[in-house]
């Protein structure tokens, strides 16, 4: 019979078999998963464990400082932050197709993630021998693992396979959907506000950005989807709802009008999708004047911003994230 406890109990003892007096790398990415694997494995194996958080500036605003600091506090946990924002405009900079964009993130993320590996072996020695992953059941599913589907999206997971992997994975999640890590997680001790949060892509704003991703549309982005969170939160529909992609539609401008003059600006979409697990999403109905709150928000507040529309489509057909 299944029960968190009885999940934590059984992980907790394969990771210590699994790891005996030797030393793991677990990548956190500032969602559920990899906090919740890492705070598994911490738990199992403590100071055995250092955590590595690589900040590709691709993340919603205040984020990462909830990482460095909330996460830390929680767990006791050993990190090392790598700030490399710079590194992934500049490999981002001219690029426009999906697909080419999450290869290139997921790319200079192993490239960045190794490097941290190497200096963490360079202090450490050569007792580093296990990568923790927070892989998820339908990851394993929609990549292929579980039943020969085609691949959908190129995922891309913290610490993403690189072709000569020299570590052995632990993957403490792999079995289990996102409701049931979020249970873990908070049997774990993690505060609400990290075993709560919504799912959040790995290659960040940079797949929410339709068009090029410049740091002036990150900043643009990272606005508009702050008002939208701070918004969906203040009216309670934080359970209610999975998650609430916020795109901004880069290569798309139209005409408006603001104060006394015309205006041409970028389209902002919110996407807010219920959902069980994420393979398939139906859209959500949300109060009209939540919805109303949010548009004059943005619309007034975000610079280059003119109109504000509402994604209306389940998954199937579309996914959930745009790109
Ligand atoms: P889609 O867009 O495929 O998204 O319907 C399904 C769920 O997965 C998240 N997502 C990702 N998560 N790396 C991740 O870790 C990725 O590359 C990635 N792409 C999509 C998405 O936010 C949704 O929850």
């Known amino acids: 019979n299944w029960t968190t406890g009885n999940v934590i109990e059984e992980q907790v003892a394969a990771i210590r078999e699994q790891v005996g007096d ?25 100071s055995q464990l250092t955590c590595v958080y690589v900040d590709h500036g691709l993340m919603r ?4 400082e909830q990482v460095e600091k909330d996460f830390v506090a929680a ?7 790598v700030d490399a924002s710079e590194r992934f405009l500049n490999a981002l900079a001219g690029v426009t197709d999906p697909e080419e964009k999450r290869k290139i993130i997921g790319r200079e993320f192993i490239r960045v993630f190794e490097q941290a590996q190497a200096e963490i072996i360079a202090d450490e020695g050569p007792a580093v021998e ?19 589907t085609a691949n959908i999206k190129s995922h891309h997971n913290v610490g993403g396979l690189p072709e000569d992997l020299e570590f052995k994975l632990i993957e403490p999640l792999r079995k289990l959907f996102k ?8 049997e774990l001790g993690l505060p609400e506000e990290i075993v709560q949060r919504q799912p959040f892509p790995g290659p960040g704003l940079g797949i929410r950005i339709v068009g090029e991703v410049t740091k002036e549309r990150l900043d643009l982005l990272r606005e508009a989807d702050a008002i939208a969170r701070e918004e969906l939160t203040a009216a309670g ?6 998650q609430c992609p916020v795109v901004l539609l880069a290569d798309v401008r139209s005409v408006g009008v603001q104060g006394d003059g015309r205006t041409y600006g970028h389209p902002i979409v919110l996407r807010p999708v219920s959902s069980e697990d994420a393979m398939t999403a139906d859209w959500s109905r949300l109060p009209y004047d939540v919805l109303a709150r949010i548009s004059t928000r943005i619309t007034n507040e975000v ?7 509402l994604d209306v489509t389940s998954k199937p057909p579309g996914t959930i994230e745009w790109e």
């Open 22 to 46: 030797k030393r793991a790398i677990c990548g956190l990415s500032g969602g559920v998963d990899s906090a919740v694997a890492a705070a598994l494995v911490q738990k199992a194996i403590g």
């Open 61 to 64: 605003k205040g984020e990462t």
């Open 75 to 81: 767990t006791g946990v050993q990190l090392k932050v």
């Open 237 to 242: 529909l934080d359970r209610d709802i999975w």
């Open 130 to 148: 296990f990568l923790v992953q927070g892989t998820l059941y339908p990851d394993v599913v929609e990549s292929g693992g579980g039943t020969g």
């Open 303 to 309: 610079k280059d911003v003119n109109r504000v529309v």
């Open 179 to 186: 409701d049931e890590v979020r249970m873990v997680g908070k």
